[in-house]
């Protein structure tokens, strides 16, 4: 038989087992992270993050307010109100990972027919590669399910990225809003004027507190008032003209006022006052609130005050909603 026509022997491959899949895939992963490729997982926020998204939201904040001349301004507080938001509505809360790490967090609420942005940050390191686009892809799916009609949210003036994006999605500047403060020895120096009488607020005042949110913004907020009004380290008043509750403040232990609500913007300026009064009868060595550009009666009692600007803001929206001479926000994450 000549050869070359008899049945020749295959050589026989070595077995790939589970052991090799791994080590292929480690080796990968090792290579991924050395090249700056390794994926990121966008996936729902969990509880046990909450405190780890809120550490990079601040290291986020401070490195963005020290490029631009402000100096860090963001201290770690605990996630009380994110968790809030989780346990009330899921959907709104995303976190961006990778390799075990948090490079970005979403955070938005449903109060009504408006869909507001809390927070959007993404790490000082991995910024304009695209997890900020993504992050706001889910929260606005967040928008769409619930069937909002507005779409808000507060930012920083100066961060004309982040308003590109905002713009890119329809939401456009409305009006400023003001971070004012000042000592509260500066504050009670000053004459009272016009006030009006208060009561602390309990949830029997809920449905007054309803009735003021939908005069003043177009939606009730009731689940966010049951928040305050638990949260021990928050006074919250009922706001008084004779016998008619026509208004309502809540102030932090710190001395910060806001949000604070009237039926009518004849009344935000008395109504301004008490809760100037009753921060610095609170015993806080600093006052502060966050005063809309349109609210011009509190930003004149504030400058009456001492109390100066000290980081300006802006409200971006899908569409017009409220009447902010009405209304004085928390912070850009309450409103």
Not at 184 to 189: K, L, N, P, Q
Not at 311 to 316: H, K, T
Request: charged share 20%; proline share 7%.
């Amino acid at each position: 038989m000549r050869q070359g026509f008899g049945r020749v022997k295959a050589r026989r491959q070595p077995r790939t087992t589970s052991f090799d899949f791994t080590c292929r895939r480690h080796i990968l992963s090792l290579r991924r992270c050395a090249e700056g490729t390794m994926p990121v997982l966008y996936r729902p926020a969990r509880a046990q993050d909450l405190e780890r998204a809120d550490a990079l939201v601040v290291a986020s904040i401070n490195d963005l307010t020290g490029r631009h001349g402000f100096g860090p301004m963001a201290v770690p507080r605990p996630p009380s109100f994110q968790l809030f938001s989780l346990n009330d509505d899921a959907g709104g809360l995303w976190v961006a990972e990778e390799t075990g790490d948090i490079v970005g967090f979403a955070w938005s609420w449903v109060s009504g027919d408006l869909w507001f942005l809390a927070q959007l940050f993404v790490s000082p390191g991995r910024q304009g590669s695209g997890i900020g686009n993504e992050l706001l892809k889910r929260t606005l799916d967040h928008a769409r399910l619930s069937g909002a009609a507005s779409k808000a949210l507060i930012t920083f003036t100066f961060n004309t990225v982040s308003q590109g994006l905002y713009l890119r999605h329809g939401m456009f500047p409305r009006f400023p809003i003001y971070i004012v403060s000042a000592a509260g020895e500066e504050v009670s120096s000053r004459p009272r004027g016009p006030q009006l009488d208060y009561r602390p607020l309990e949830e029997t005042h809920l449905p007054d507190l309803a009735r003021i949110d939908i005069e003043a913004l177009g939606v009730s907020r009731l689940k966010h008032h049951r928040y305050l009004i638990g949260d021990s380290a928050t006074r919250g008043f009922g706001l008084y003209a004779a016998q008619d509750c026509v208004g309502y403040a809540y102030i932090s232990e710190t001395g910060h006022i806001g949000p604070l609500a009237v039926t009518r913007p004849d009344h935000l300026d008395a109504a301004f006052r008490t809760a100037l009064r009753l921060a610095v009868e609170g015993g806080s060595p600093q006052v502060s609130a966050f005063v809309p550009g349109v609210a011009e009666p509190a930003l004149t009692t504030a400058m009456e005050h001492g109390m100066r600007i000290t980081f300006p803001m802006v409200l971006m929206s899908t569409r017009a909603f409220g009447n902010w001479s009405q209304y004085l926000p928390r912070n850009p994450g309450f409103m």
